[in-house]
């Protein structure tokens, strides 16, 4: 795949080359995207009838990147007589500067054209075109040329303006010049953009800031950012570009799903620019201890949208809290569920989970209180629409069979759930993981019924509830002749006997019994799980491993995270530094940003982490990894106003500091040197 280039202010994006031009694409979606619409499909830059190529580009900023272009192929760079500099910014609006320069000791007569189209299409139908049933409309205007897209009352709007004078057609802008010996020239384009939704609403309008306002703006809120954080001194080099990428891509990242809220974070470039329940809550619980303050408002808005009413076409019941939050038109047509959709079956119980981790740190009763009610419903969602087989575990099967997602956890492509040997199993289907949330929801649900709801009667039928399934699920789950614990049970309460990467996430939840978490760390650190890079999504040598597989052999960050968390957990000081180990390497290949997932190879077959395909990057989750994986190895752990600093560094950290933890107990500090 070619390489690409990308800008982004939460869930507005701008995808093009490395010359800066947009060309549609079938498989992945280049051009300027808003709320899961299309707004420029089309975005290239000629000089007279010629494309630009490349001879460097910069990215000086998330928001922000240069192009240094020369016309014609490569073989005539070396003797350029005019070259164009590209300076764009997105921030509300997406600005480009075009500057041409003249290089020659006579004038040139020239012409600068901007071929542009809007083709406003859904993010969902980038793979497949489909044919629109609204109607498009072009306008001209003086130095202007604004495409509009309308089915009944969804409206979408894309304007481009110029600063400098333009001979405007339906198809772009057309600059004829004549530059001074060693002249240059500048114009400014300004797009804006206009979402409307299905129902009438205005979601957003492009902010009318002066482009120079806006960057401003949003350096000094980055450098806010990024000063408010933990400061982090470190021996190693890595694992310090690692940490600091990942505080700048979590600001990228951030969007406000409601007008002028706070903000919290989506989950990916490209095809995730939006709220998703398991990808945010995921995020929070590894950022918590750096960048607290996108926490608060990501409970409430999934306390907000949480299911109230039965719908199948959404999959959504009574208490479960929301998978995927989608702003296009086919979402406003009811064409796709995503207006919001629930078809996954973690949420519900991670999102206690992540409302007791966030007290536990910031001390905020005042947010559990007024959340009691949403986590009450949550933790009756477990036993109750949680609980499809009255068995007492929770199992998923979706409800819209027509476009719903059949694996409602996080391995939730078709093939992310199956049998040793590759068979797919029926539905329903109870994964492990899941079972190992809803006891820790259970677990914390207690904790919080006892010291912030006062129900103590509530708070021991939780404790009794928790201690009943751990019991249940390490006698069902545990694969005897492996010494592991099942994938999952099938609808006829078989194992689902694959050797698969949830064991860890069992870990962190703490469901594991002892004398078997030995073994567990065993396997999640043998040849067949541990590629050398870090833990597999899927064992190598099952029946549907493939390490370039989506769910079944990559090796996905966030993942691996939560499994160095739950090693640590259970004392396995050198197992999760191993894995945080590999995983600040691999973070070095993709220059600090670790990626959604890279494939499974052995390391020492491809000495290099080897890129997934389509992988989104950044991607939050992957993201907050490092922050995790820091926590994890200063051992910080909050307990009533303290917080706990037991580290336990791989050697080849070294030494380690960590300014200005924020939590109930103020600020402090932590450090360690690596010893293991």
Same mark, same amino acid.
């Given at each position: =795949? ?34 899961? !619409? ?36 490569? !073989? ?116 804006? !953009? ?69 903000? $919290? ?82 949420? !519900? ?21 007024? $959340? ?90 939780? *404790?009794?509830?928790?201690?009943? $399934? ?32 949830? =064991? ?9 019994? *002892? ?67 590999? =995983? ?93």
């Amino acid at each position: =795949m070619k390489q690409l280039v990308n800008i982004l202010d939460g869930n507005t994006f701008l995808v093009s080359d490395t010359s800066g031009d947009v060309d549609p694409s079938p498989s992945f979606p280049t051009g300027l995207f808003s709320f899961d !619409t299309r707004f420029l499909s089309k975005w290239e830059l000629t000089v007279d009838g010629e494309r630009l190529h490349a001879l460097s580009f910069d990215d000086l900023q998330y928001f922000e990147s240069r192009f240094f272009l020369v016309p014609g192929e490569p !073989t005539h760079y070396v003797d350029a007589k005019v070259s164009v500099i590209r300076h764009r910014t997105i921030g509300g609006s997406f600005d480009e500067w075009l500057t041409v320069l003249n290089h020659q000791e006579e004038p040139v007569e020239l012409t600068v054209r901007v071929a542009i189209e809007c083709d406003f299409a859904d993010l969902f139908e980038i793979k497949d075109v489909q044919e629109k049933a609204g109607k498009t409309a072009i306008s001209q205007a003086e130095n202007e040329l604004r495409f509009s897209y309308e089915r009944e009352t969804f409206r979408r709007e894309t304007v481009i303006s110029s600063s400098e004078p333009a001979q405007v057609d339906r198809t772009g802008m057309s600059f004829p010049l004549r530059l001074d010996p060693h002249g240059s020239w500048t114009t400014h384009l300004h797009v804006k !953009t206009l979402v409307q939704s299905a129902g009438g609403q205005d979601i957003r309008e492009s902010l009318q800031r002066a482009p120079s306002r806006a960057v401003a703006q949003m350096e000094e809120d980055l450098t806010e950012w990024v000063n408010r954080a933990p400061k982090l001194n470190c021996d190693s080099e890595p694992l310090d570009e690692a940490y600091q990428r990942s505080l700048v891509d979590l600001a990228a990242l951030r969007y406000s799903p409601l007008a002028g809220g706070s903000k $919290l974070p989506t989950a990916g470039l490209p095809w995730f620019m939006t709220l998703f329940g398991r990808d945010s809550i995921f995020t929070c619980l590894q950022a918590l201890p750096f960048t607290p303050e996108i926490v608060e408002p990501t409970l409430r808005i999934l306390a907000v949208k949480q299911g109230a009413t039965l719908d199948d076409f959404r999959d959504r019941e009574p208490g479960k809290i929301l998978h995927e939050l989608r702003y296009g038109e086919s979402a406003g047509f009811e064409e796709q569920p995503h207006s919001p959709y629930y078809g996954a079956a973690d949420t !519900t119980p991670l999102f206690v989970v992540l409302l007791d981790e966030y007290e536990r740190w910031s001390g905020d009763v005042e947010l559990v209180r007024l $959340l009691e009610e949403e986590a009450r419903a949550a933790l009756a969602w477990i036993d109750t629409y949680g609980d499809l087989l009255g068995s007492g575990y929770v199992w998923y099967e979706r409800r819209n069979t027509r476009n719903g997602l059949e694996n409602q956890c996080w391995k939730d492509s078709w093939d992310g759930v199956s049998y040793r040997d590759g068979r797919l199993p029926d539905f329903p289907r109870a994964t492990c993981e899941l079972q190992g949330y809803a006891y820790d929801a259970k677990v914390r649900g207690a904790r919080l019924a006892r010291l912030v709801w006062g129900d103590p009667a509530y708070a021991d039928r939780l *404790e009794r509830e928790a201690a009943d $399934l751990k019991a249940r699920f390490n006698r069902d789950f545990w694969v005897a002749d492996g010494e592991y614990y099942a994938l999952g049970l099938a609808a006829d309460g078989g194992q689902v006997d694959a050797l698969a990467s949830n =064991m860890g996430h069992l870990l962190w939840s703490g469901i594991v019994d *002892e004398s078997r978490a030995g073994k567990v760390a065993e396997h999640l650190l043998g040849p067949r799980l541990f590629s050398g890079w870090g833990v597999r999504t899927l064992a190598e040598g099952e029946g549907r491993y493939n390490p370039i597989g989506y769910h079944v052999g990559t090796v996905w960050p966030f993942d691996n995270s939560f499994i160095a968390w739950g090693l640590r957990r259970y004392g396995f000081e050198r197992e999760a530094g191993l894995i945080a180990d590999a =995983m600040i390497h691999a973070a070095q290949y993709f220059q600090g940003r670790l990626p959604e997932a890279f494939a499974g190879y052995d390391r020492e077959v491809t000495k290099y982490p080897v890129q997934y395909p389509t992988a989104c990057s950044p991607q939050a989750w992957s993201s907050g990894t490092p922050l995790l994986l820091v926590r994890t190895m200063l051992g910080l752990e909050p307990h009533e106003n303290h917080l706990v600093v037991d580290p336990a560094l791989p050697r080849s950290f070294g030494r380690i500091e960590l300014l200005d933890i924020p939590g109930r107990w103020g600020r402090i500090d932590a450090s360690g040197r690596g010893r293991i």
